[in-house]
């Protein structure tokens, strides 16, 4: 039996069956709380990553800088949430209060490192899945379309980057090569790409057979056209599903890394590795929002782009078809 | 004069199971102002060989022989020149106006672009061109219907929008592949008079291609019955219809409601088409016809003019006055008169 709610579903979905696909997506997207509250926690995170600078006047401790009032002089532990904050917030430099405590045994204010920390790991998944996602588009979208021997080239292709073991060959690379931060967002994006690519060939594939694109071909378009104006449109929805997806994975690859320590050099703040700076000596036993501080933020960070990614798979292909 | 001629044409598709000899030997000419109806059942290659004539077959098939468009031959031309014809001398209308316009594309955008790819005009002028080609077949307000994505509109309404798109450039030659097909009654004898007062104002030559020779009899000017991917008989409309020539053609038209006479149930040409992977190996339809003999299992008769007949050509052995006898015979002439 239908609930009144499934009927009010099915009355909605009659009534905006006349709006375009587009227009459709949005009217669903608005109803999906999980994905917009996603959204609304990477709208805050791209706030408190832009903030950085003004956390680095307002406590007076700047990014990166070891603050000697940061370390408890008895325990030697970083300090907690809240430290010297007793008098207010007035007092500015050494002296003034660690809202959020100290990050690690150097004294470095952990507000200002996870400020940091998000405007590096925003700019890693964002610039990383760029990359990914241009070469994605590149090789999914020839393969798809050209066909034939091209294709079977560029599948091995993807076959092979799935197969390779991600950590292993990153560690061994970055042990070569030396890290940096284009180390780290070339090695995400050279180990990303082949999974959007592969939906985007298969997606590109089904499509040049349908009956329109002969029709652009009947009146006189190049296949050049018709890959830009006519199939790379319909591959929007799959872009931006598959780019939120990416920029989570790349955030966590990125954490990984620097937790391993094999990820970014130490002058760029890392959620990841301010993690790893609380394993030594046990310090997390003693000092647990060492870790809790970062690392819920990297899983909730993760999270917010994986959902949002989920919101919009089902936003625009609700019956669950062709995406995945 | 002389727009479309075929000349000896063979298509074949390369399959798992082998090649597909989808059009076999097809020669077949259209004059400009003229309308050719091409009928024969599903199956026998009629999209085949629109698709080879435009250039669109798939990269699996292969074609052999002659197709001329006014004096250019169109086989073997590289793909840019194919390109500049098509949609300008030439455009075709599919069955489905359901898949053949983009659905996320506005009506206006693929219109725009569609005259742009062939005009020199501003977006302006190419705009003014498709909002006058909406409004020539017939499409109410079409200023507002440039703003629409197809499925914003009706069957009929879109298959208005790919007609009037195919001629936008005011082809020469236009192919329209079962247009009416895809769309219910009363759409379909919408559609069919668009088409014949388009007839009229476009100075194109038309292949209409159907499977109903309703639609043939009130359209075209000749038609060419094809089957098993060969043309087994071709006349003027009122020609064939008066003596038609073909065993085939004879089926064809008593299986046509209201022809067959007294009988009550509609008449069906006994057994299946031959398999185009393994075609029987003389006339392709020997093994259904009544008359054949021995000659015509082994070799098939070439299409020749029918001797007592103006302007026909049919694919057969039968002499002349059994064919005149049988053919008012069977195909239910007689009943209709
Ligand atoms: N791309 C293809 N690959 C292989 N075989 C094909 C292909 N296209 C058509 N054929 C075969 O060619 C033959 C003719 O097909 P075609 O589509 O031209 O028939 P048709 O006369 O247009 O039929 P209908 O009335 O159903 O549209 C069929 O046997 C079909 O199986
Ligand atoms: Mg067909």
Redesign the interface.
């Known amino acids: 039996m239908a609930t009144v709610e499934q009927l009010e579903d099915m009355k909605t979905e009659g009534m905006v069956l ?1 709006r ?3 227009q459709l997506a949005f009217a669903r997207l608005r109803r999906d709380y999980v994905a917009l509250i996603s959204l609304a926690f990477i709208v805050l995170l791209v706030l408190f990553a832009l903030a950085g600078p003004l956390f680095e006047s307002w406590t007076g401790h700047p990014v990166n800088r070891s603050n000697s009032t940061g370390v408890d002089d008895y325990t030697l532990l970083p300090v907690g949430p809240l430290h010297g904050c007793a008098d207010g917030l007035a007092s500015v430099g050494e002296r003034a209060c660690f809202v959020l405590g100290a990050s690690n045994n150097l004294g470095y204010d952990m507000l200002v490192q996870l400020s940091f920390g998000a405007r590096t790991s925003l700019i890693i998944g964002i610039v990383a899945t760029f990359l990914t996602m241009v070469v994605a588009l590149l090789l999914g979208v020839i393969a798809g379309y050209v ?2 021997w091209t294709d079977t080239v560029i599948a091995r292709l993807m076959d092979v980057v799935a197969a390779f073991p991600f950590l292993l060959f990153a560690i061994a690379a970055s042990v070569a090569f030396g890290a940096s931060l284009w180390f780290v967002i070339l090695i995400i994006a050279i180990f990303s790409w082949f999974y959007p690519g592969r939906i985007f060939r298969g997606e590109v594939m089904s499509l040049r057979n ?3 694109v ?9 296949n050049t ?1 018709i890959v830009l ?2 199939l790379m ?2 591959l929007i929805g799959p872009l931006t599903v598959y780019a939120s997806l990416s920029v989570a994975g790349a955030i966590a690859a990125e954490a990984a890394l620097s937790y391993l320590g094999f990820g970014l050099p130490l002058e760029i703040p890392s959620w990841g590795r301010m993690i790893s700076d609380a394993v030594p000596g046990g310090l997390y036993i003693n000092a647990p929002f060492l870790m809790v501080f970062p690392g819920t933020l990297l899983v909730l960070t993760v999270l917010a782009f994986n959902l949002l990614g989920d919101g919009l798979r089902d936003a625009l292909d609700p019956r669950g078809g062709t995406l995945l | 004069m002389r727009l479309l001629t075929v000349d000896d044409l063979r298509t074949t598709f390369r399959t798992d199971d082998g090649p597909v000899g989808a059009v076999d030997g097809v020669s077949l000419s259209v004059d400009a102002g003229q309308v050719l109806g091409i009928v024969g059942e599903s199956g026998c290659g009629k999209s085949a060989l629109s698709l080879s004539i435009m250039g669109l077959l798939p990269k699996s098939a292969t074609i052999t022989g002659s197709i001329r468009l006014g004096e250019q031959e169109l086989v073997g031309l590289a793909g840019s020149e194919l390109r500049q014809l098509r949609g300008d001398d030439m455009a075709m209308i599919f069955q489905d106006p359901m898949t053949s316009l983009n659905p996320v594309m506005r009506i206006g955008e693929q219109l725009i672009e569609a005259i742009r790819l062939h005009q020199r005009v501003s977006k302006a002028e190419a705009r003014r061109l498709a909002v006058d080609g909406l409004a020539a077949v017939g499409i109410p307000s079409p200023e507002d219907r440039m703003r629409a994505y197809p499925l914003e509109l009706s069957g009929g309404m879109r298959q208005r929008v790919m007609i009037a798109m195919a001629l936008l450039n005011r082809p020469r030659l236009l192919i329209a592949d079962e247009p009416t097909t895809a769309l219910d009654v009363t759409t379909q004898a919408q559609i069919l008079e668009l088409m014949r007062e388009l007839r009229r104002e476009v100075d194109a030559a038309i292949v209409l291609i159907t499977h109903d020779l309703g639609v043939v009899a009130e359209l075209c000017d000749e038609v060419a019955v094809m089957y098993a991917g060969r043309i087994v008989e071709r006349a003027p409309v009122a020609e064939l219809f008066a003596h038609p020539q073909h065993p085939y053609t004879w089926g064809l038209l008593a299986s046509l409601p209201g022809r067959s006479g007294a009988e009550e149930r509609l008449y069906q040409i006994p057994g299946t088409p031959p398999s185009l992977l393994h075609p029987p190996a003389g006339c392709r339809f020997a093994p259904r016809c009544a008359f054949a003999m021995d000659a015509c299992r082994t070799d098939p008769a070439p299409l020749l003019t029918a001797t007592a007949r103006a302007g026909s050509a049919v694919a057969c052995r039968l002499d002349q006055t059994t064919r005149d006898r049988e053919g008012v015979r069977l195909s239910g002439t007689e009943a209709e008169r």
């Open positions: 006349a375009t696909p587009r066909g034939g349908r009956e329109f002969t029709a652009a071909r009947m009146l006189g378009a190049s056209r104006r006519h449109p319909q």
